[in-house]
């Protein structure tokens, strides 16, 4: 049973950094890439980033590019978003997610294994 718990959300002001973490367990995690995906309020989920299963290729939207990072440890079987420069529009609740594949995908119908997901708020 593949289970992904992400913690690290909290409340922040504008301008502040935060690190969302994914504990991922019963998964060969180094065989997948893993995404990072948000649900802002009354909005649809969107893309966010996702990294391969080496860390070689990082994808990421262009509303965080520059912003945030997304990064890997295969030995701990943990995936991380750092995110620094946030917006009020950053506002979300944030999941990790599992792919299908080895490689990147921005499209969730490629992740079949999701957290329950950490909310981010960000005051201004």
């Known amino acids: 049973q593949v289970q992904l718990v992400e913690s690290g959300g909290g409340l922040v002001q504008a301008g502040a950094s935060l690190t969302l973490s994914c504990a991922v367990s019963g998964s060969a995690v180094k065989d997948y890439a893993f995404g990072w995906f948000r649900r802002p309020p009354g909005e649809e989920r969107e893309f966010v980033a996702s990294i391969s299963w080496d860390g070689g290729r990082t994808d990421y939207a262009d509303s965080v590019k520059g912003r945030f990072t997304i990064s890997r440890d295969n030995a701990k079987s943990m995936v991380y978003l750092q995110m620094s420069s946030l917006k009020p529009e950053d506002a979300a609740f944030y999941h990790c997610?599992?792919?299908?594949?080895?490689?990147?995908?921005?499209?969730?119908?490629?992740?079949?294994?999701w957290g329950q997901g950490t909310q981010v708020t960000v005051s201004s």
């Open positions: 997610a599992q792919s299908y594949y080895a490689g990147n995908s921005l499209n969730f119908n490629h992740y079949p294994y």
